[in-house]
């Protein structure tokens, strides 16, 4: 069995994780949890999205976010958006404070696509368009996300042709790199497989990441099965943090304790030092009032308390 030999994680938990919290989070906190991440190590941050604050009142205050940073070299900044209107509000801040990446979010189902941002998913292909075009002017990389690849919580079982169609029409526009998202957290490892499979046919192994949601616990098994494909990027989340608004009951993403863990037991390398990243993730439970999501966290904050 080949596996990769070091792999990228990319920290989703101020957007994905802090997303669906009701209470308002201070810009304050979600800058620390992001300076506590770059220092443990994280090589790229999802730091928050601009999406109408109507909608998700939680990521309102991303500009104020994004300026608060204290960039680290070598650390990518991404940032959610989903049409002209977000990207503008991106990038209209001065050429240092902009996102080194952004990420524009598809659906492989219908329903999800209008829930999530009230259009087709071929409405959403023609918003992103433009997005492409001008964050690539800018130099700025574009990633896509396609949500729902395993199962959608309003049609159900979601077949990988139509992950299959998602990713082309990404690939035709321009996107560079494509998540491949079990939303809910519903998924197994040959069902990830094979959405991964479906991803596969437009875009090579380097430019394919798995964004699992933990529902079920099978994130672990369903990112072991994309390390055996040869997957080496993965979005997860400190403490396990999230849900998406749009897809009730759904839970965090699979904690990057967890997965660094896992990779580190199996001589995998991350560059993220797995105590760093542990007080990271204790730190916004702590303030969330809550204890991390993560079976490794606890089981290292309990061992360092004994
Ligand atoms: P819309 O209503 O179709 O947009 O929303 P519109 O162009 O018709 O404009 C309507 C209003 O929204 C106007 O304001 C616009 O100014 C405003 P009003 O005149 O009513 O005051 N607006 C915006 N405001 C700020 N930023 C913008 C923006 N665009 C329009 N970019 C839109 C379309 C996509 C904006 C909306 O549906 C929305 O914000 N949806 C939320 C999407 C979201 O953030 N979902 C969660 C993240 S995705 C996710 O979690 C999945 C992922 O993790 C992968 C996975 O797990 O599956 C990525
Ligand atoms: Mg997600």
């Known amino acids: 069995m080949k596996l990769p030999s070091k792999v990228k994680l ?3 938990g101020p957007r994905d994780g802090l997303q669906n919290e009701k209470s308002p989070v201070p810009a304050a906190v979600k800058i620390e949890l992001v300076h506590r991440l770059q220092d443990a190590g994280l090589t790229e941050i999802e730091v928050t999205s601009f999406v109408s604050p109507k909608w998700v009142p939680q990521m309102a205050d991303n500009a104020q976010v994004m300026a608060g940073i204290r960039r680290k070299p070598g650390v990518r900044y991404s940032v959610l958006t989903p049409n002209m209107q977000g990207f503008e509000a991106a990038v209209s801040t001065a050429p240092e404070l902009w996102p080194d990446e952004i990420v524009v979010f598809a659906s492989a189902s219908e329903a999800f696509s209008q829930r999530n941002i009230n259009c087709s998913i071929a409405q959403s292909i023609e918003r992103f368009r433009p997005v492409v075009q001008a964050a690539q ?20 079982e979601v077949a990988p042709e139509r992950v299959e169609l998602v990713a082309r029409l990404m690939k035709d526009i321009g996107v560079e790199h494509i998540g491949v998202a079990d939303t809910i957290g519903v998924g197994t490892p040959i069902k990830v497989q094979r959405a991964m499979e479906a991803a596969l046919k437009h875009y090579a192994v380097d430019q394919v ?6 529902t079920y616990g099978q994130a672990l098994a369903n990112t072991l099965v994309c390390l055996q494909m040869g997957i080496w990027q993965f979005d997860t989340s400190c403490a396990g943090l999230g849900g998406c608004p749009y897809a009730k009951g759904a839970t965090g993403n699979v904690a990057t304790e967890d997965v660094v863990y896992m990779l580190h037991g199996m001589g995998i390398a991350t560059g993220i030092d797995l105590h760093k990243l542990v007080e990271a993730g204790k730190f916004i439970s702590d303030f969330l009032q809550r204890k991390p999501n993560s079976r490794a966290a606890t089981a290292l904050l309990s061992k360092a308390e004994a």
């Open 209 to 214: 990441s798995g964004h699992f949601h933990d």
């Open 137 to 156: 002017a800018r130099h700025i990389r574009v990633r896509g996300a396609i949500s729902c690849a395993v199962a959608c919580p309003y049609e159900g």
């Open 10 to 12: 990319v920290d989703v």
